[in-house]
């Protein structure tokens, strides 16, 4: 079955950097797109960045254009965030997401918190 794990989630100062990794399984990795989403306490779901199967395109939201990179590693069957210039507002559970067959797959969640 699909499986995805994240990693790498801490306590980081504001200015500070974090790579989170999602280690993915159960499916042909190189032929889905993969996300990064993240959840604030008291706020919706948001989607932070995404990239294509072969990595060829990636996506930002706005708030993290320039401080995040999203990159995959396809012999790894691994997704990555590395994360720069954090701010307070980044903190939040960072969730580790693809679709296979028209099926959203989510993996638990690695806590970023982002604090002085």
């Known amino acids: 079955q699909v499986q995805l794990v994240e990693s790498g989630g801490g306590l980081v100062q504001p200015g500070g950097s974090l790579r989170l990794s999602c280690a993915a399984s159960g499916f042909t990795f190189n032929n889905e797109r993969m996300s990064w989403y993240r959840q604030a306490p008291g706020k919706e779901r948001e989607l932070v960045a995404d990239i294509t199967n072969l990595g060829f395109v990636t996506n930002y939201a706005d708030s993290v254009k320039g401080r995040f990179t999203i990159s995959r590693d396809n012999a790894k069957n691994t997704v990555f965030l590395q994360m720069n210039s954090l701010k307070p507002e980044d903190t939040a559970v960072y969730y580790c997401?693809?679709?296979?067959?028209?099926?959203?797959?989510w993996g638990k969640g690695t806590l970023v918190t982002v604090s002085s």
């Open positions: 997401n693809t679709r296979v067959r028209y099926i959203n797959y």
